[in-house]
């Protein structure tokens, strides 16, 4: 116990850096995965070509995969960033994949009728998308997100291996320092990563019952 | 990517059985030093344990698994072309499996298995190996949770920085650097707490020497030994800086409280030191980037 007391500011610094990489791989990924399911919905069939071969990839490829893509081949390129830049873009190219569907699955909530109608009185696809259909969309798909999104709160300790001093390389240097206190080292950071995660559940069921509308 | 599933093949252990009865013992154990050669040490078919040692289980079982690592020149390396394991920690582990009477160069008998730094106490507290050998620093820390045997070789930390960055001669130079080295090694502390670097963790070293190579860090540290090997991999690109700023003792991971494995390790050790094997071990293997073999140390049965 007291382990997780004489290092509590290691242990929070390190959550901080793992609440960054989440925050901002969050912001990232929705915004990205946002434009994406407007593609995959568009008229045009090479960008909902482009969309969906997207999804196929970054869906289908496993996440420690993309980090060794991203951390190892982005140099090679002559694209010199911080690994924490790294971490966020493997991150969110990823989840991106993720959230563009459960958007998508909120598109198609939304009856086809009111984006008839819609076009019909002469607003583009994009007002369409924007002032219709999004609106709606959004509240089917924020459930799913606010899963996708825990998931990636967790999914942020794999850029332990690359570069990045977050939660868990606190967990690896504090258990190599006091293996004696190893399980008391593995349930405080174990709960810290489940407050993380709750906190983002309270912040979803907030917006579900905000943006809730009575039928 | 950490675990990978040990194998036992029971057809070889009731193999290598059936031999160790037909065999009778009639050698000498005198005789299992390769003289000069440099060729692995003969497997001591002689060799015979009290009942009920790990020594006498890995012999009936006819197969050790042994822990290593396999990004280390000149230490411990899987070459990729034959997939076969080399180095001077190899070499030392199969000066041990010859004593124990099994053929290091069956991969049946003698299995390798790569084992990174995190994960190397728990993996010899589970029995997932049966001996940890691969860049393995005896430490108090890591006494409480296995035991040592040996040392078996002394090494100390350096830094490895790109051939032309003059910025960094010592670990002084390291304030506000990054500086590379593997998440649960002392390396990547010491570097953090006693010169204020930025550490940056990997899992490997090799991963380290690319984001160093592409200049995503500015240093990589960690023993001299497994820096040496880097350099002379890509001496047009990389080089070893300063004195060693740690005393680094390499020892052989087992389970605690094994006291019979640990002597019969200790002696094959010093056995080792003694007849040449040692030195033969180190000339093929580290030694061939032009250092000579220094004197062994001494074990220390603790």
């Known amino acids: 116990m007291h382990v997780l007391a004489d290092h509590a500011d290691d242990i929070l610094t390190a959550f901080a850096l793992t609440i960054r990489l989440a925050a901002m791989s969050a912001l990232c990924a929705v915004v990205l995965g946002v434009i994406l399911a407007a593609m995959r919905v ?135 320092d006091f293996p004696d206190a190893l399980y008391w080292l593995f349930g405080g950071i174990a709960l810290g990563y489940v407050i993380l995660c709750l906190l983002i559940a309270a912040v979803f069921r907030l917006l579900e019952h905000r943006l809730a509308v009575g039928r | 990517m950490f675990l990978r599933r040990a194998v036992f093949p029971r057809r070889a252990a009731v193999l290598v059985a059936a031999a160790a009865l037909t065999a009778t013992a009639a050698c000498s154990s005198g005789d299992d030093t390769s003289t000069g050669s440099g060729d692995t040490p003969k497997v001591d078919t002689s060799a015979s344990f009290k009942a009920g040692t790990t020594m006498a ?43 124990l009477g099994l053929d290091p160069n069956d991969p049946k008998q003698v299995q390798f298995k790569e084992v990174v730094s995190k994960n190397r106490e728990t993996f ?52 506000g650097k ?10 990547i502390d010491t570097v953090e707490t006693k010169y204020g670097a930025n550490p940056v963790p990997f899992d490997t070293y090799t991963e380290c020497v690319d984001q160093l190579k592409n200049g995503s860090v500015d240093a990589v540290t960690t023993d001299g030994a497994i820096l040496l090997g880097f350099a002379s991999k890509s001496p047009d690109e990389l080089k070893v800086v300063g004195d060693a700023f740690s005393t680094e003792n390499y020892g052989m991971g087992l389970k605690k409280g094994d006291a019979d494995f640990r002597s019969f390790l200790n ?6 030191e003694k007849d040449g094997t040692w030195k033969t071990a180190f000339d093929s293997t580290l030694g061939k980037a032009g250092v000579k073999a220094p004197k062994p140390p001494k074990v220390d049965r603790y």
């Open chain 1, 42 to 176: 568009s008229p045009s069939p090479p960008v909902r070509l482009a969309a969906t071969s997207y999804v196929n990839v970054f869906r289908n490829t496993p996440l420690l995969l993309l980090f060794i893509l991203f951390v190892f081949g982005l140099p090679t390129l002559n694209l010199q960033m911080s690994f924490y830049w790294r971490a966020v873009i493997a991150l969110s190219a990823y989840t991106a994949a993720f959230v563009c569907e459960a958007v998508r699955s909120g598109i198609n909530t939304v009856d086809r009728g009111q984006a008839e109608a819609a076009r019909a009185i002469g607003m583009t696809f994009g007002k369409t998308l924007r002032y219709v259909v999004l609106p709606q969309a959004i509240r089917a798909a924020i459930p799913p997100i606010g899963s996708i999104l825990i998931a990636l709160a967790r999914n942020t300790s794999i850029a332990e291996a690359f570069g990045n001093r977050e939660a868990t390389y606190q967990l690896d240097s504090l258990a190599r």
């Open chain 2, 57 to 99: 289980k890995l012999k009936s079982k006819g197969t050790i698994v042994i822990g290593t690592k396999k990004d280390q020149p000149g230490v411990a390396f899987q070459n990729a072309a034959s997939g076969k394991f080399e180095g001077f920690d190899i070499e030392m582990a199969k000066i041990v499996a010859s004593k």
């Open chain 2, 124 to 175: 010899v507290r589970t029995g997932t190996i049966d001996i940890m050998i691969g860049s393995y620093s005896i430490t108090d820390k890591r006494k409480k949770l296995v035991d040592f045997a040996g040392p078996y070789y002394v090494t100390g930390q350096q830094l490895l920085v790109k051939k032309d960055d003059d910025s960094i001669k010592g670990p002084e130079d390291l304030k």
């Open chain 2, 178 to 187: 990054k500086v590379c080295s593997v998440t649960g090694s002392t390396s």
């Open chain 2, 267 to 272: 002696d094959t050790i010093e056995g080792a």
